[in-house]
């Protein structure tokens, strides 16, 4: 929604560049919300397994089913940081008559990239990959800076 709402803001603002990245953007983050869903009901089911005979085993594949749960929102998180960043440079360089909306889209994609971030240590919290979650939490303080920055404007 916001990378839509950020290729608005480029579109009335004649930045063509910006459109075609905005709709990058959009055409990337779409399908990840099935994905995700997929993901971590797989992880769900991969946790409700019987333990059978190599609890090792089991505990392994529960690991590689979360670490893969907390890999989508981890680009759900990093493609709605791009968004944020995007509307920044659309509100500082757009026209000022669409900055409003470039603001909500970088304070729309703020949310979500620090909602997804949420996720991936939600979803890690029984093994430390510790670089996913440091990478989720960059990705989205960055995200909350384009935010902030927007409306310093």
């Known amino acids: 929604m916001s990378a839509g709402l950020v290729g608005m803001a480029a579109r009335v603002s004649g930045d063509l560049g910006a459109v075609a990245q905005a709709e990058s953007i959009r055409e990337l983050a779409a399908p990840l919300a ?5 993901a971590y009901r797989e992880a769900l089911e991969t946790m ?25 929102p981890l680009r759900i998180a990093e493609a ?17 008559a669409v900055r409003g909306d470039a603001a909500a889209a970088a304070l729309l994609s703020a949310a979500a990239a620090r909602a997804a971030a949420n996720l ?13 979650v440091a ?19």
């Open 34 to 38: 099935a994905e995700d869903a997929q």
């Open 48 to 72: 409700r397994a019987p333990a059978g005979d190599k609890p090792e085993q089991r505990d392994e594949a529960i690991r590689r089913a979360l670490v893969r749960a907390a890999q989508v």
């Open 80 to 96: 709605a940081g791009s968004a944020a960043s995007l509307a920044a440079s659309v509100a500082e360089r757009g026209s000022e």
């Open 120 to 132: 991936v240590a939600i979803n890690l919290a029984a093994g430390a990959e510790d670089e996913l």
């Open 135 to 153: 990478r989720a939490r960059s990705v989205a303080d960055d995200a909350v800076d384009s935010a902030r920055f927007v409306l310093d404007l």
